[in-house]
């Protein structure tokens, strides 16, 4: 049986043209270290007359794939135009060698078509829905969306759900800026509501692109609120970003340690720990994403990943 891949294995999710020629070369060889996950994108980095291009450069990667052990590869999904062109894309030769799609463009319209994709795909793909329609902006549509979700036949399907800030900028017409974090304009409320929707649900989000890239002062900052409101990830656009996100994904020691204890069975229901309040009632779930997130990316100071961390999440 395949191992169950987390959510918090993606990290840093590099998006990349599917007209690039060094591909395999970032999927085989390593050419990007620590990459964690990439998306061969055949939507909006690409241009509609460079599309025919993208598919035949895709094609030729899959055949590669297809006879190559990837080992320690990053993740790689693949981001279709649309719905037709995923059916399409289910139907070239290797693509079983890929870890699933991002879905763009989902909301309660493209709801059925999406899921048609979904069921005509081999079992072991992943599918990363991402929102950022203007329906997103509006929360009965996004609780009548989280409610299609729970559907059995998709739900099990879903890494992560992608949320999409330039296009959820683009329907109120803006742009990020590069001195503020997303939070210091209206897209901090729509990340505040999808997640206050769809994680009591059951679902894992990833925090949307900061599209600045030579100075990481502010990615910095935004990556921490991200961290806030629970996301596990983040799409970057540029190789520079990688290191800057997985840095801010180790654990700090002290939380590993109180996440140790807060799933220690023998613990009281109550007890202090380094100054503050430990219930384990109230922050098994907490307790729970820190040790996952500290299997993937360690922690900061001393404390390491042991075999009681393992068993303390098991």
Same mark, same amino acid.
């Given at each position: 049986?395949?191992?169950?891949?987390?959510?918090?294995?993606?990290?840093?999710? !590099?998006?990349?043209?599917?007209?690039?020629?060094? +591909?395999? %070369?970032?999927?085989?060889?390593?050419? =990007?270290?620590? *990459? &964690?996950?990439?998306?061969?994108?055949?939507?909006?980095?690409?241009?509609?007359?460079?599309?025919?291009?993208?598919?035949?450069?895709?094609?030729?990667?899959?055949?590669?794939?297809?006879?190559?052990?990837?080992?320690?590869?990053?993740?790689?999904?693949?981001?279709?135009?649309?719905?037709?062109?995923?059916?399409?894309?289910?139907?070239?030769?290797?693509?079983?060698?890929?870890?699933?799609?991002?879905?763009?463009?989902?909301?309660?319209?493209?709801?059925?078509?999406?899921?048609?994709?979904?069921?005509?795909?081999?079992?072991?793909?992943?599918?990363?829905?991402?929102?950022?329609?203007?329906?997103?902006?509006?929360? !009965?549509?996004?609780?009548?969306?989280?409610?299609? +979700?729970? %559907?059995?036949?998709?739900?099990?399907? =879903?890494?992560? *759900? &992608?949320?999409?800030?330039?296009?959820?900028?683009?329907?109120?017409?803006?742009?990020?800026?590069?001195?503020?974090?997303?939070?210091?304009?209206?897209?901090?409320?729509?990340?505040?509501?999808?997640?206050?929707?769809?994680?009591?649900?059951?679902?894992?989000?990833?925090?949307?692109?900061?599209?600045?890239?030579?100075?990481?002062?502010?990615?910095?900052?935004?990556?921490?609120?991200?961290?806030?409101?629970?996301?596990?990830?983040?799409?970057?656009?540029?190789?520079?970003?990688?290191?800057?996100?997985?840095?801010?994904?180790?654990?700090?020691?002290?939380?590993?340690?109180?996440?140790?204890?807060?799933?220690?069975?023998?613990?009281?229901?109550?007890?202090?720990?380094?100054?503050?309040?430990?219930?384990?009632?109230?922050?098994?779930?907490?307790?729970?994403?820190?040790?996952?997130?500290?299997?993937?990316?360690?922690?900061?100071?001393?404390?390491?990943?042991?075999?009681?961390?393992?068993?303390?999440?098991?």
């Amino acid at each position: 049986m395949t191992t169950r891949i987390s959510p918090y294995q993606l990290g840093a999710t !590099l998006y990349m043209p599917a007209t690039r020629s060094d +591909l395999l %070369d970032v999927i085989l060889n390593q050419k =990007i270290p620590d *990459l &964690r996950s990439m998306v061969v994108c055949l939507e909006d980095a690409v241009r509609e007359d460079e599309v025919a291009a993208g598919l035949a450069n895709l094609q030729q990667c899959l055949h590669t794939l297809r006879q190559q052990d990837r080992g320690a590869s990053p993740l790689v999904f693949i981001r279709p135009r649309h719905p037709m062109m995923a059916l399409e894309l289910l139907a070239m030769t290797g693509i079983e060698a890929i870890d699933g799609f991002v879905l763009p463009k989902f909301d309660n319209h493209s709801f059925a078509a999406w899921y048609a994709v979904v069921q005509a795909a081999p079992p072991h793909m992943l599918f990363m829905p991402t929102l950022e329609t203007a329906q997103m902006l509006d929360a !009965l549509a996004v609780r009548e969306l989280c409610a299609r +979700l729970q %559907d059995e036949g998709i739900k099990a399907r =879903i890494l992560a *759900l &992608r949320i999409g800030g330039n296009d959820l900028l683009s329907c109120l017409r803006l742009r990020t800026h590069h001195a503020h974090t997303l939070y210091d304009g209206p897209l901090g409320y729509v990340v505040a509501m999808l997640v206050t929707h769809f994680v009591p649900a059951g679902f894992h989000l990833t925090a949307p692109v900061f599209e600045y890239f030579q100075d990481h002062t502010v990615l910095q900052a935004e990556f921490q609120r991200d961290l806030l409101h629970g996301l596990v990830g983040k799409t970057v656009i540029h190789p520079s970003q990688i290191a800057v996100i997985h840095q801010a994904l180790k654990v700090n020691s002290h939380d590993y340690e109180a996440a140790l204890r807060i799933l220690d069975d023998t613990m009281p229901a109550v007890f202090q720990f380094e100054g503050a309040m430990c219930e384990p009632a109230t922050h098994h779930h907490w307790a729970v994403q820190v040790i996952e997130r500290a299997k993937h990316f360690g922690c900061h100071l001393h404390a390491v990943i042991t075999e009681e961390a393992s068993a303390a999440f098991s």
